[in-house]
């Protein structure tokens, strides 16, 4: 089931000069999110993923031909894979020349977290969302998610059915969402899936935690700042082949400094609501 809720009116005015006239525009002032030369900027994760990553791609492209409305790009970021992904990467970028593709392959290993920054600094969509380069989605979920463009500020999709997915990784999931909803107050089905938010909101309100943590902690800032947000069921396919670093030593310290800033968040918005005088 399909839930949604309305988020914040920031209402201002804007003067200028006309000499800053020359250089501004007061509607992308009020509203920078909603000025983007583009609808959508993917950014594509890549680590080690030779196997799946033109099928990721491809299943991207032949979502939007049937999307065909909307407009998007495609950022992809290796982060030092040693499989020989840069080299498939390369030689697909310059087979399709028509396509708006940017490959940033990194000489240092800087981590999911920063890069998924980095790629929202790049990218010139409204929106914005990572598809992880491991083929985890097919093209109906992408079509699925963004079916629901523009009902709220960000999409969030969450299992419905998912193939492949072991008890013990189904059991930590759930733990993992029960937690995160005691400490920020939320009540949402999963939150490390793969969201859609206005691509302005992730540089300016970024996460400062590391590892698979970083989706919850932007998500629950954002829902507390009221953004409106759409759940959205979609189906995923577990990872095909290879060890996830998901359970890793990082990214359990991840998720307990995601945790943290979470709760310490909630408290001190309590706090700045109790103090906050009446207008």
């Not at 007061?26 to 609808?39: K, R, S």
């Not at 733990?175 to 793969?194: D, E, I, K, M, P």
């Not at 990872?239 to 310490?264: E, P, Y």
């Amino acid at each position: 089931m399909n839930s949604v809720i309305q988020g914040p009116q920031r209402p201002a005015e804007i003067v200028m000069t006309p000499a800053a006239a020359t250089l501004h525009d007061a509607a992308a002032i009020l509203n920078p999110e909603f000025a983007a030369a583009l609808d959508v900027t993917l950014f594509v994760s890549c680590y080690n993923e030779a196997k799946h990553i033109i099928k990721t791609l491809e299943n991207i492209t032949a979502a939007f031909a049937e999307l065909r409305s909307l407009t998007y790009e495609i950022i992809i970021i290796d982060d030092c894979s040693t499989d020989g992904s840069p080299a498939i990467i390369q030689d697909y970028v310059l087979k399709h020349p028509d396509q708006r593709i940017i490959f940033r392959k990194n000489l240092v290993n800087t981590g999911w977290a920063q890069n998924y920054i980095d790629a929202a600094f790049i990218g010139a969509g409204k929106y914005y969302r990572v598809v992880c380069g491991d083929e985890s989605e097919p093209k109906e979920t992408i079509i699925e998610v963004f079916r629901h463009l523009g009902e709220a500020d960000i999409l969030i999709p969450y299992y419905a059915t998912t193939e492949g997915r072991s008890l013990y990784r189904l059991i930590l999931s759930r733990l993992y969402t029960a937690l995160v909803n005691c400490l920020s107050g939320f009540h949402l089905h999963y939150y490390n899936r793969l969201h859609v938010h206005l691509r302005y909101n992730v540089m300016r309100w970024h996460s400062n935690t590391r590892g698979f943590g970083f989706q919850a902690d932007i998500l629950c800032l954002l829902l507390g700042r009221g953004f409106s947000y759409r759940e959205i069921p979609v189906t995923t396919i577990e990872q095909k082949s290879g060890r996830s670093t998901a359970l890793g030593f990082r990214n359990f310290l991840s998720v307990a400094h995601t945790l943290f800033d979470i709760l310490a968040r909630r408290i001190a918005n309590r706090i700045y609501t109790a103090k906050k005088p009446k207008s």
